[in-house]
């Protein structure tokens, strides 16, 4: 079953393209960063993972190798066929009932940062919904300069060039932004709908959700650890 782009999304390039214009060969080739460090050094040794938008495993399969089990969720059943050594659950994040409880939820790829508000309060929803007592929730939201320092470009060191070309107004605090990324033998690009977020417009999002901020985590503000709001 084909599934429905998301408004305000497309993708080009060689391969599948998800709802969200993401392209499943392209995420493939992405190297992984320091995100996997981040999550290692607050959850425990050990623990159960809820991890949300898993793509095709770039976190995941550090993860695993950290020791960790992962329960992977991704709405991009192209992307799940990428995942190894976890169990996997296809569907839309906003709507996920899985009736269990994690000692850490995962929410990033500034998934936070949706542009439909309705869908980050689902998100977030969702995560609470599978928090236990004394869980964390680790969230990666867009750096407080993403959407003002346009254009830009960064050459990695594996080969390949991303850029963000624009970030546009297109109505209601939504922004209109277009990402390409070019490989020597291959190239793609992806439009999607973002919401900027103060760090305080951003911690009052968590707060509608029962949510808190206990620790921002890096230093440029990207990485955050939350618990319950009320006894977290």
């Not at 976190?59 to 020791?67: A, D, I, K, V």
């Not at 192209?78 to 995942?83: F, I, N, Q, T």
């Not at 939504?174 to 190239?187: I, K």
């Not at 620790?215 to 006894?231: C, H, I, N, P, S």
Request: aromatic share 6%; hydrophobic share 35%; with cysteine.
């Amino acid at each position: 079953m084909e599934l429905k782009m998301r408004t305000g999304h497309q993708g080009t390039g060689p391969g599948a393209i998800t709802p969200d214009g993401c392209a499943v060969e392209l995420y493939s080739r992405l190297p992984v960063g320091d995100e996997p460090e981040v999550v290692a050094g607050v959850v425990p040794a050990g623990s159960h993972i809820l991890e949300l938008g898993c793509g095709v495993g770039r976190m995941t399969h550090p993860l695993l190798e950290r020791g960790y089990t992962v329960t992977a969720v991704d709405e991009s059943p192209d992307m799940l066929e990428r995942v190894r050594g976890a169990r996997t659950i296809c569907g839309p994040i906003e709507e996920l009932d899985l009736g269990e409880k994690f000692d850490a939820v995962l929410l990033a790829s500034f998934l936070v940062n949706s542009g439909d508000e309705k869908v980050r309060r689902g998100l977030l929803r969702t995560c609470v919904r599978h928090l236990a007592d004394g869980g964390c929730v680790l969230i990666q939201r867009e750096g407080e300069d993403y959407h003002t320092n346009v254009p830009r470009e960064r050459v990695d060191p594996s080969g390949f060039t991303v850029r963000i070309v624009s970030s546009e107004p297109v109505g209601d605090g939504t922004n209109s932004v277009h990402a390409e990324y070019d490989f020597p033998d291959a190239a793609w690009t992806q439009t999607f709908r973002a919401r900027p977020l103060t760090k305080e417009e951003f911690e009052a999002a968590l707060g509608e959700a029962g949510l808190r901020v206990e620790a921002y985590l890096t230093e440029d503000r990207v990485w955050v650890k939350a618990v319950a709001a009320q006894g977290g």
